[in-house]
Nanobody, 125 residues
Framework: QGQLVESGGGSVEAGGSLRLSCSGP????????WAWFRQAPGKGREGVAV????????DYADSVKVRFTVSTDNAKKTVFLQMNSLKPEDTAMYYC??????????????????WGKGIQVTVTS
């Protein structure tokens, strides 16, 4: 189904910024939708941002609107999540995902079939 690889995580103080990147196989780009999910200890996967085929449309969870921006670079086979004004509650393992089916962007984790292994983001007070 294709292996996705996240990078760019780390630890920052509240109010800081991080930019996550996700690389994947060529066949997923241009047609599939992409999403970023996150999961904190003891919690389920939470949808953060979704972006449609070709990066034409993006949606965000209310908790991250304005602060986060998702984008794609199909030529570089990379999906990005720019995170600004980070808060301690943003601390979680972040996962990149693709539906592989051009579903148009879904907030349901089960709709995504290609996943990265996750990357830790920690925001300190």
């Amino acid at each position: 189904q294709g292996q996705l690889v996240e990078s760019g995580g780390g630890s920052v103080e509240a109010g800081g910024s991080l930019r996550l990147s996700c690389s994947g196989p060529d066949y997923l780009f241009g047609r599939a939708s992409w999403a970023w999910f996150r999961q904190a200890p003891g919690k389920g996967r939470e949808g953060v941002a979704v972006i449609g085929p070709g990066g034409r449309e993006a949606d965000y969870a209310d908790s991250v609107k304005v602060r986060f921006t998702v984008s794609t670079d199909n030529a570089k086979k990379t999906v990005f999540l720019q995170m600004n004004s980070l808060k301690p509650e943003d601390t979680a393992m972040y996962y990149c995902a693709s539906d592989g089916q051009s579903l148009g962007g879904s907030w349901t984790a089960d709709e995504y079939v290609n996943w990265g292994k996750g990357i830790q983001v920690t925001v300190t007070s």
